[in-house]
């Protein structure tokens, strides 16, 4: 007999989640406007989202089935924007599974126009939150002053982890050279020769003083014959949170950001884990001598902030681009953090 899914709701009001010792409470915050990303104008040729068609493209024949036809799914921007919704899916379901809590997932402005500040409603049952920043430079959406008291005040607890994934930085340089340069290396169709990532996630790190900015857009170094990127290079006598216990590597994805550290002296970021870069395709961070991208900080408490921060990217916590053991063991890990 077939099992069926449990049935899907929509247009719901979140429902707070209990306290539960051991067991987290993760909540997904996208930064983006709904509205704002999925109208953009189809004739501009950078900092969009692909559309749906685009992306079927692109990706033929992965997604011929019916089920991402026009008669079934959105085939604008705002499908690719459900497919990421999508793809983030199995993260939620093993988190879940980990914590006995369901993932609650929020948009600053969803697909209905309603606007959901990071405030105490949000932040009230998080023990986790996951700040997904998907939200375009172009759209200038800053955090305001009442969200990062929020989210300051809810940093003072104790237990709490702000994970902050802003995504990737391609194409800032006015050098259509340089921009080209970019795009072959990380050579995906979708991704345009500009696409710059978030606004809103920029604004949260400055207004925490946390000194670190994503640049660029990477791919990792594989292993040979695969899409699995080679293993991290992990700093694990620093991991206190065991981030990376039993991971090897993390998602293989094109475009991933080198997170910059702005002063390196600060003794309270650390750097957990470095992706080899793919050095075979010219890029200017190749150029300039690197070989190796900064994956995953953390951000140890410090001061009347009692919570950790760490900095990952939100493609390790969808799976377009495909999932691993080693990543749902990041997943478990994240989700088991004490």
């Known amino acids: 007999m077939t099992t069926l899914s449990a049935a899907r709701t929509y247009n719901q009001v979140h429902v707070p989640r209990r306290f539960a010792r051991g067991k987290r409470r993760i909540s997904i915050y996208w930064t983006w406007s709904y509205g704002w990303e999925s109208n953009r104008e189809l004739m501009q040729l950078d900092n ?12 033929w024949p992965a997604y011929e089935g019916w089920q991402w036809s026009d008669a079934a799914f959105l085939q604008g921007i705002a499908g690719t924007l459900e497919l990421l919704h999508r793809s983030a899916q199995q993260f939620q379901a093993v988190a879940g599974e980990a914590t006995g809590q369901p993932v609650a997932v929020f948009q600053r402005i969803d697909q209905a126009g309603y606007r959901q500040p990071l405030d105490e409603r949000v932040l009230a049952d998080a023990d986790t939150l996951l700040v997904f920043g998907m939200d375009h430079l172009a759209c ?47 050579g995906d169709p979708v991704v345009p020769r500009q696409q710059r990532f978030s606004c809103y996630t920029r604004s949260l790190m400055k207004a925490l003083g946390i000194p670190v900015v994503n640049r660029w857009g990477l791919r990792p170094a594989v292993l040979p014959g695969a899409r699995t990127p080679m293993p991290l290079t992990a700093d694990r006598d620093i991991d206190q949170l065991g981030l990376l216990n039993g991971v090897t590597s993390l998602n293989f994805h094109p475009h991933l950001p080198h997170y910059e550290v702005l002063d390196p002296g600060n003794s309270l970021i650390r750097v957990l884990g470095r992706q080899p870069v793919d050095t075979t395709r010219p890029h200017p961070f190749v150029t300039a001598g690197n070989t190796e991208f900064n994956a995953l900080l953390w951000i140890a408490p410090n001061g009347q902030r009692a919570g950790d921060v760490v900095m990952v990217d939100v493609a390790h916590f969808t799976t377009l681009s495909g999932r691993t053991p080693s990543l749902e063991t990041f997943w478990r890990n994240v989700a088991a953090m004490q």
Do not use: N
Request: glycine share 6%; proline share 3%.
């Open 48 to 59: 969009r989202f692909a559309t749906m068609t685009e992306f079927r493209r692109a990706a």
């Open 140 to 186: 200038g959406d800053e955090a305001s002053t009442g969200e990062i008291a929020a989210i300051k005040e809810w940093l003072e607890r104790e237990g709490t982890c702000l994970v902050l994934a802003p995504h990737h930085d391609v194409g800032f340089s006015d050098d259509p050279e340089m921009r080209q340069q970019e795009y072959l290396h990380h």
